[in-house]
């Protein structure tokens, strides 16, 4: 595997359910992110990691939860969903948090609430 | 707080043409960085060019260049000798630095490649 991966690809799922989003980064790099990419909206970053350590949570609500077990992989815990949190998920990594480092992105997660 | 626009929801280009994309951005961070991302309909993110803020030369990456007039605050993507497989959505972005890499991205331009 290269770059960055995200399983699953494709999520169908119940407002009831519980489900996982998994990242996976292969570039040796200490910083990970979570984007929310919605129709006709920009971007919205979610959830920042650097060095396992969460430094940025984007006012997202707690049925979110994101999980950075250590620096190659990074999960978001999904619980009670609403229909609005249909999206893509996008996952994210860099080489530092340096305004020049560029983020290389994962495929994401078509994630749809029924 | 900052702030791209891109104004061009949908530009079409004949192959082998020059085509250029538009995106302005504000901030009051004297420092910072402008990228473009590729999405293809793959869903995935592709990282072209970057662009800082204190570069004194324009970006260039292959048939990438990056138009950046600092006193417009524009930062204009430009394809040169488009091809088929550039069909996708384009992404200006920007990020600056508080603790973290903050990156605030444009609503997109979808780019269609006309044979």
């Known amino acids: 595997e290269t770059g960055v991966t995200q399983t699953p690809r494709h999520l169908v799922m119940g407002m009831t359910n519980k489900k996982s989003l998994k990242c996976e980064q292969h570039?040796?790099?200490?910083?990970m992110y979570w984007y929310k990419q919605s129709a006709k909206k920009p971007l919205e970053l979610m959830f920042v990691?650097?060095?396992?350590?969460?430094?940025e949570n984007n006012s997202v609500p707690s049925r979110f939860s994101p999980e950075c077990p250590n620096s190659s992989h990074l999960f978001l815990h999904l619980h009670t969903l609403q229909p609005e949190d249909s999206a893509l998920y996008l996952c994210?990594?860099?080489?530092?948090?340096?305004?020049?480092?560029?983020?290389?992105f994962g495929p994401g997660t078509r994630l749809t609430v029924l | 707080a900052q702030k791209i626009t891109q104004t061009q929801p949908g530009m079409f280009v004949q192959e082998k043409e020059a085509v250029t994309l538009d995106c302005t951005y504000d901030?009051?961070?004297?420092?910072?960085?402008l990228f473009w991302y590729k999405q293809p309909s793959s869903g995935e993110m592709i990282f072209l060019i970057y662009?800082?803020?204190?570069?004194?030369q324009n970006a260039t990456e292959g048939r990438y260049s990056l138009n950046f007039q600092k006193a417009r605050k524009s930062a204009n993507l430009v394809i040169s000798a488009s091809q088929l497989g550039d069909s996708a959505m384009y992404f200006c972005?920007?990020?600056?630095?508080?603790?973290?890499?903050?990156?605030?991205f444009g609503i997109g331009t979808k780019l269609q490649v006309i044979p």
């Open positions: 990691y650097s060095l396992e350590e969460r430094v």
């Open positions: 901030t009051s961070d004297p420092s910072y960085g």
């Open positions: 570039l040796g790099h200490n910083a």
């Open positions: 662009q800082g803020s204190y570069d004194q």
């Open positions: 972005a920007m990020s600056t630095t508080g603790g973290y890499q903050k990156v605030t």
């Open positions: 994210a990594s860099s080489q530092g948090l340096r305004q020049n480092n560029e983020q290389f």
